[in-house]
């Protein structure tokens, strides 16, 4: 039986896995559901449904925080559902390949891993930039002045990279659930309405980033404050510009910093190259055109921006090229 080998880029919002056995990308919202004395009683998509529904009993939660562990436990318990659902093969001695964000311990994911009672053969870390350069078909150990952007649910990391390594990376506790939760705030705020979380994402999907603009609508079901009732609720493209123009102002902010810092050697690569935006937030109408508009640099399009870091793990796996871009912790190499 053939060793199984994962890419895993373990996002705050939703999980992407590479198995090189099927060669595709597996991905699912990172949540679990936790019933009082029972445990784990579903994960991913089907958790994500009972968010928000769930009676008192049933906790559920994303076991991922700002790009590192919050449960250890439950990412373990994920893991092992999700990846014995998506392969044929038995999981133990399978190879891992891990993105590492800028900022979070690499201890923290081979830990978590080879905690799993799975004798994982080994766990390796590429660092998160690198694999999204990857991913965006960029061979990274030639490319001069490379800018990312990557705007997932809880963070931006921001990075330059040239020749193979990150010469600038910054990790910003900013993205897509900070807009939701302004969104949310604004209904409340601006309507008296109450809406949950999944209702604000999705007016920050469907209505994007449109400053000014009153011809797109979208009908949400909320609950009125001041009767205490649900009830239908028009809101506006523009008001949903307005609600999100702080939270991306911080973005923009942080871009502009790290470009003040780039050498103008490699600024210049970048003005040439232009702004990779990745991420889930990357799809999100308006924001490329808000950057390019701030920067004077041009953004490139990305097809599933959201899956680039899992395309870049894919390939390491299978272009032995790129292994050198990997690397073990000091635990594992003294054991
Ligand atoms: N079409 C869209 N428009 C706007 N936002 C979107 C769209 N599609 C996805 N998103 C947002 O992208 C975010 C998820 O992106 P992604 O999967 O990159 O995050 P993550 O990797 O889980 O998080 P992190 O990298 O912070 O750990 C969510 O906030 C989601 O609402
Ligand atoms: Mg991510």
């Known amino acids: 039986m053939a060793i199984q080998c994962f890419g895993c880029d373990l996002g705050t919002n939703t999980i992407k896995v590479y198995s090189r056995e099927t060669d595709e990308i597996f991905s699912q919202k990172n949540m679990v559901a936790i019933e009082e004395k029972k445990g784990m009683i579903a994960y991913g998509d089907e958790a994500y449904d009972m968010y928000e529904k769930a009676p008192a009993n049933i906790d559920v939660l994303f076991p991922m925080s700002f790009g590192t562990v919050a449960s250890i436990t439950y990412m373990q318990e994920f893991l092992r559902a999700f990846l014995g659902a998506n392969v044929k093969g038995p999981l133990k001695g399978s190879e891992f390949y891990m993105a590492l964000p800028t900022d979070v311990q690499d201890r923290v994911f081979s830990t978590l891993i080879q905690g799993m009672g799975l004798k994982a053969k080994y766990v390796r870390m590429v660092d998160k930039p690198v694999a999204a350069g990857l991913g965006l078909g960029l061979d990274v150990t030639k490319a001069q002045g490379v800018m990312l952007v ?30 939701d939760e302004a969104i949310a705030g604004a209904i409340r705020r601006e ?136 690397f073990i912790t000091k635990e594992q190499a003294y054991n």
Do not use: W
């Open 150 to 179: 990557d705007v997932g649910a809880d963070t931006t990391e921001i990075s330059i990279l040239s020749l193979g390594g990150t010469v600038t990376s910054k990790l910003i506790k900013m993205g897509g659930n900070k807009m």
């Open 191 to 326: 309507f008296g309405y109450f809406i949950g979380g999944k209702t604000a994402e999705l007016l920050k999907r469907e209505l994007g980033y449109v400053p000014g603009s009153s011809d797109k609508k979208m009908e949400i079901c909320g609950r009125n404050m001041a009767l205490g009732l649900p009830a239908i609720l028009e809101v506006g493209g523009d008001f949903i510009a307005e609600s999100i123009e702080e939270q991306l102002k911080t973005i923009i902010d942080s871009i502009k910093v790290i470009l003040e810092r780039t050498p103008p050697e490699l600024g210049v690569d970048i003005i040439r190259n232009g702004i990779f935006l990745t991420g889930g937030v990357a799809n999100l109408t308006g924001l490329d055109e808000l950057i390019e508009k701030s920067t004077n640099i041009r953004v490139n399009q990305v097809e599933h921006p959201e899956e680039c870091v899992a395309r870049g793990l894919s390939r390491i796996i299978n272009e032995r090229e790129f292994r050198d871009l990997t």
